[in-house]
């Protein structure tokens, strides 16, 4: 034992030493291990030996049209289903949910939070039953006299979308929820007395006081959104075609279908990077003082 | 400068399976020199137990037979495309590599040019029974450099099933067996006329069904044409892959004739990735389907506990065999692949993993086997024994596809090859892309896939 010699500031950091070694270990270690391998030709299989190759897999990254393509889809998705979706649509029954008596904003609650903690895969299914060629979307359909279709093969993109809406709309309800509990009835209703309508006191008063909430929903969606992966697997598998492969699948097809794991690692840095793009932008946005 | 940036994570590896083997280890097992570590799939189904209760009794006859030795088994419990990936990081380094593994043939030549297997040929020279295995099936585990890397436990054929209760429907007999494509698809004709409602031909096609298109679906036509006999995706002498030639193109205009004349299932289901469980599950069991272009274990999912259980589906269905496009010799056409047992290069006991392999291939624990996972036999001396092929109805069918099957030509290529070849149907199937398009599109995706390793075709 060597209590005595040993300096008091070191000594108090000693409890957080096993966290660092994890995170050193599970988080730092793998990252930069990929980092290192998006730069070789690695083959999970097929090679004897893997070299370094430079910027190849990327220079052949933005050269291959089926990464165009995943890029333009996952922006599509992300927009839809994210910014637009789940973002608008949890702020609108967060809202609704205030003005509600008691008993239909927990029904509401309920239901709402039940799609979200499902787990990715079952949700995936009931979605794929949804909207498949006579699922239950097409029997409705066809009970209206609307004309039927199968929505996974003729707008497999929007489907995905919608999908992802149902599923993460919880999240971002619960914090508006929140957000609108901690704006002070007093001011709203100074400005109802002073006259101003529904619409005036959203866009000058709540979507103000709820920007920083605004801001850290749109952040935290945004990434779970881009790395969606499984709901998609299970409903289109990418397809018809690639026309709903985004990021993530054509980075799964390339690095374990194909066994191409240095480009797929390549693909995911890639991914990587539109994430930090879309939170450089939000930081800037929670930055901002109102 | 040849990297290996794979030791961290092998190295990490190694740390989480030897804290798991630790833990699993019973009193008796131990890292020994005496010990025998077999690697094998497990099935992701809790209730599927049929291969852990055959090699429990495989070991227990090899520990009688072998004393002093020990078997330690180190199951995988994962889906086919993880287990690969699980299996090739396993054998990378010697701290991880068992003594035995269980590889598909699908991905054992990508294995073999990884330096991942040793070659048995030594053993095999020395192994009686070897001789006793069917020539194709042989074929199947051997490297580009002509070494065998592995001996088969099974495979598996496929061929044309049919609903004899639509076919009776409309006037087909009900012990049809096509000898042309063009007889196929005048049945299929007269079914959409006669049984409306009912899907007439169903064959795996695009990308969503992966490689069920390409082996199911395109590969039982491709190998029908042109002499029937030859491989038409790779050439040996050459070690090149064959660009899209006549037998290519024929083959694609035949899915685009089945889509497009709406013979088929519609094209929005047929390119829905839950296909085939539709097919098996549903379109088969129900009668609304006539001609299913398919595999030999499809009665495993109409079987007692299956869910979908369908008693009379041996009565029901009839059976016909793939036929070459004009019918020209041999007449029939079958794909094959399926699973071997290999020896890791890297393994601790080489020689006591193949005493191993020969306990599991005497002639009746290979019986035992095929009749418990309804696999079709690679020996020619089970595949003629009665007990086997009296087992389920179907087996002595689709046993005898055996002697003229073809294995795919599953070099490191095979899955992008697989992959263009399912991006070249799913546009004929679409309507997107003409045959010749289509084609073209392979010919572009080949060369890129095979680092333009491509002749003529």
Same mark, same amino acid.
């Given at each position: 034992?060597?209590?005595?010699?040993?300096?008091?500031?070191?000594?108090?950091?000693?409890?957080?030493?096993?966290?660092?070694?994890?995170?050193?270990? %599970?988080?730092?270690?793998?990252?930069?291990?990929?980092?290192?391998?998006?730069?070789?030709?690695?083959?999970?299989?097929?090679?004897?030996?893997?070299?370094?190759?430079?910027?190849?897999?990327?220079?052949?990254?933005?050269?291959?049209?089926?990464?165009?393509?995943?890029?333009?889809?996952?922006?599509?998705?992300?927009?839809?289903?994210?910014?637009? @979706?789940? $973002?608008?649509?949890?702020?609108?029954?967060?809202?609704?949910?205030?003005?509600?008596?008691?008993?239909?904003? *927990?029904?509401?609650?309920?239901?709402?939070?039940?799609?979200?903690?499902?787990?990715?895969?079952? *949700?995936? %299914?009931?979605?794929?039953?949804?909207?498949?060629?006579?699922?239950?979307?097409?029997?409705?359909?066809?009970?209206?006299?609307?004309?039927?279709?199968?929505?996974?093969?003729?707008?497999?993109?929007?489907?995905?979308?919608?999908? $992802?809406?149902?599923? @993460?709309?919880?999240?971002?309800?619960?914090?508006?929820?929140?957000?609108?509990?901690?704006?002070?009835?007093?001011?709203?209703?100074?400005?109802?007395?002073?006259?101003?309508?529904?619409?005036?006191?959203?866009?000058?008063?709540?979507?103000?006081?709820?920007?920083?909430?605004?801001?850290?929903?749109?952040?935290?969606?945004?990434?779970?959104?881009?790395? &969606?992966?499984?709901?998609?697997?299970?409903?289109?598998?990418?397809?018809?075609?690639?026309?709903?492969?985004?990021?993530?699948?054509?980075?799964?097809?390339?690095?374990?279908?194909?066994?191409?794991?240095?480009? @797929?690692?390549? &693909?995911?840095?890639?991914?990587?990077?539109?994430?930090?793009?879309?939170?450089?932008?939000?930081?800037?946005?929670?930055?901002?003082?109102? | 400068?040849?990297?290996?940036?794979?030791?961290?994570?092998?190295?990490?590896?190694?740390?989480?399976?030897?804290? +798991?083997?630790?833990?699993?280890?019973?009193?008796?097992?131990?890292?020994?020199?005496?010990?025998?570590?077999?690697?094998?799939?497990?099935?992701?189904?809790?209730?599927?137990?049929?291969?852990?209760?055959?090699?429990?009794?495989?070991?227990?006859?090899?520990?009688?037979?072998?004393?002093?030795?020990?078997?330690?088994?180190?199951?995988?419990? /994962?889906?086919?495309?993880?287990?690969?990936?699980?299996?090739?990081?396993?054998?990378?380094?010697?701290?991880? /590599?068992?003594?035995?593994?269980?590889?598909?043939?699908?991905?054992?030549?990508?294995?073999?040019?990884?330096?991942?297997?040793?070659?048995?040929?030594?053993?095999?020279?020395?192994?009686?029974?070897?001789?006793?295995?069917?020539?194709?099936?042989?074929?199947?585990?051997?490297?580009?450099?002509?070494?065998?890397?592995?001996?088969?436990?099974?495979?598996?054929?496929?061929?044309?099933?049919?609903?004899?209760?639509?076919?009776?429907?409309?006037?087909?007999?009900?012990?049809?067996?096509?000898?042309?494509?063009?007889?196929?698809?005048?049945?299929?004709?007269?079914?959409?006329?006669?049984?409306?409602?009912?899907?007439?031909?169903?064959?795996?096609?695009?990308?969503? /069904?992966?490689?069920?298109?390409?082996?199911? +679906?395109?590969?039982?036509?491709?190998?029908?044409?042109?002499?029937?006999?030859?491989?038409?995706?790779?050439?040996?002498?050459?070690?090149?892959?064959?660009?899209?030639?006549?037998?290519?193109?024929?083959?694609?205009?035949?899915?685009?004739?089945?889509?497009?004349?709406?013979?088929?299932?519609?094209?929005?289901?047929?390119?829905?990735?839950?296909?085939?469980?539709?097919?098996?599950?549903?379109?088969?069991?129900?009668?609304?389907?006539?001609?299913?272009?398919?595999?030999?274990?499809?009665?495993?999912?109409?079987?007692?506990?299956?869910?979908?259980?369908?008693?009379?589906?041996?009565?029901?269905?009839?059976?016909?065999?793939?036929?070459?496009?004009?019918?020209?010799?041999?007449?029939?056409?079958?794909?094959?692949?399926?699973?071997?047992?290999?020896?890791?290069?890297?393994?601790?006991?080489?020689?006591?993993?193949?005493?191993?392999?020969?306990?599991?291939?005497?002639?009746?624990?290979?019986?035992?086997?095929?009749?418990?996972?309804?696999?079709?036999?690679?020996?020619?001396?089970?595949?003629?024994?009665?007990?086997?092929?009296?087992?389920?109805?179907?087996?002595?069918?689709?046993?005898?596809?055996?002697?003229?099957?073809?294995?795919?030509?599953?070099?490191?290529?095979?899955?992008?090859?697989?992959?263009?070849?399912?991006?070249?149907?799913?546009?004929?199937?679409?309507?997107?892309?003409?045959?010749?398009?289509?084609?073209?599109?392979?010919?572009?995706?080949?060369?890129?896939?095979?680092? +333009?390793?491509?002749?003529?075709?």
């Amino acid at each position: 034992m060597r209590r005595r010699g040993a300096a008091p500031g070191l000594l108090r950091a000693l409890p957080l030493a096993p966290a660092v070694v994890l995170l050193l270990l %599970f988080l730092a270690g793998p990252i930069a291990y990929c980092v290192l391998i998006a730069f070789t030709d690695l083959q999970l299989t097929g090679q004897a030996h893997s070299s370094f190759v430079g910027f190849a897999n990327f220079r052949r990254a933005f050269a291959d049209p089926a990464f165009l393509n995943a890029v333009w889809l996952t922006l599509v998705f992300t927009v839809l289903s994210s910014i637009v @979706g789940q $973002n608008t649509l949890g702020l609108a029954l967060a809202a609704l949910m205030k003005r509600a008596s008691r008993p239909v904003r *927990a029904v509401a609650g309920a239901v709402v939070v039940t799609a979200w903690v499902l787990p990715e895969v079952v *949700a995936g %299914f009931l979605l794929y039953a949804f909207f498949r060629r006579e699922g239950t979307l097409d029997a409705v359909l066809g009970w209206l006299r609307l004309p039927r279709q199968n929505w996974l093969y003729t707008l497999p993109i929007l489907a995905v979308s919608f999908a $992802n809406v149902w599923r @993460g709309t919880a999240f971002s309800m619960l914090v508006y929820s929140a957000a609108l509990d901690e704006i002070p009835a007093e001011i709203s209703e100074a400005a109802e007395v002073d006259g101003a309508g529904g619409l005036r006191r959203l866009w000058h008063i709540t979507l103000p006081m709820i920007r920083r909430s605004i801001g850290t929903n749109l952040m935290l969606n945004t990434l779970q959104t881009l790395s &969606v992966f499984g709901l998609i697997w299970v409903m289109t598998r990418g397809g018809p075609g690639d026309r709903s492969q985004t990021l993530p699948l054509l980075m799964y097809e390339q690095a374990f279908q194909n066994s191409m794991i240095g480009y @797929g690692t390549a &693909v995911a840095l890639l991914l990587l990077l539109v994430g930090a793009l879309f939170s450089a932008v939000y930081l800037r946005l929670l930055r901002t003082e109102v | 400068m040849p990297v290996r940036p794979t030791a961290a994570l092998t190295a990490l590896l190694t740390t989480v399976l030897a804290a +798991g083997a630790l833990t699993a280890c019973d009193a008796g097992s131990g890292e020994g020199p005496d010990t025998l570590r077999v690697s094998y799939k497990q099935s992701t189904d809790n209730s599927v137990k049929v291969m852990d209760t055959y090699l429990a009794g495989i070991k227990k006859q090899f520990e009688c037979e072998h004393p002093g030795k020990k078997v330690e088994f180190v199951p995988i419990k /994962a889906p086919d495309s993880e287990y690969y990936t699980k299996l090739q990081q396993m054998l990378r380094s010697p701290r991880t /590599a068992p003594d035995l593994v269980y590889e598909d043939t699908f991905l054992i030549n990508s294995d073999i040019t990884s330096g991942y297997l040793k070659p048995l040929d030594p053993y095999l020279a020395k192994w009686p029974d070897w001789g006793r295995f069917i020539g194709t099936a042989k074929a199947a585990a051997r490297g580009q450099d002509g070494k065998t890397y592995g001996v088969p436990d099974g495979t598996d054929t496929r061929g044309l099933w049919f609903d004899k209760r639509v076919f009776r429907k409309a006037g087909l007999p009900a012990d049809w067996q096509p000898r042309t494509w063009d007889e196929i698809l005048a049945a299929a004709r007269t079914i959409k006329r006669k049984v409306p409602g009912v899907t007439p031909l169903n064959l795996y096609t695009g990308k969503p /069904a992966g490689e069920e298109a390409t082996m199911q +679906g395109f590969e039982e036509l491709l190998y029908g044409t042109n002499d029937g006999r030859s491989d038409p995706l790779y050439d040996a002498a050459s070690k090149k892959w064959i660009a899209a030639g006549q037998g290519f193109k024929d083959a694609l205009a035949f899915v685009h004739s089945v889509f497009q004349e709406k013979l088929g299932p519609d094209v929005s289901d047929a390119l829905d990735p839950n296909y085939s469980t539709t097919v098996r599950g549903e379109l088969l069991p129900e009668g609304r389907l006539g001609i299913d272009l398919d595999g030999s274990w499809l009665p495993q999912d109409w079987l007692p506990g299956s869910g979908h259980e369908w008693k009379d589906w041996s009565k029901e269905t009839g059976l016909a065999s793939m036929p070459t496009q004009h019918g020209q010799a041999p007449g029939k056409v079958s794909m094959s692949g399926g699973w071997t047992w290999s020896i890791p290069a890297r393994a601790a006991h080489p020689d006591l993993a193949f005493d191993f392999i020969r306990t599991l291939q005497t002639r009746d624990n290979a019986r035992k086997w095929y009749i418990a996972n309804s696999g079709i036999a690679v020996r020619a001396d089970v595949a003629s024994d009665p007990a086997y092929a009296g087992a389920q109805p179907g087996i002595k069918f689709f046993t005898d596809l055996v002697a003229t099957t073809h294995y795919r030509p599953a070099f490191p290529a095979y899955p992008k090859v697989s992959t263009a070849i399912q991006e070249a149907m799913e546009g004929v199937t679409t309507g997107d892309r003409t045959v010749a398009q289509a084609a073209g599109d392979y010919d572009a995706a080949l060369k890129d896939a095979t680092g +333009g390793q491509v002749v003529g075709g």
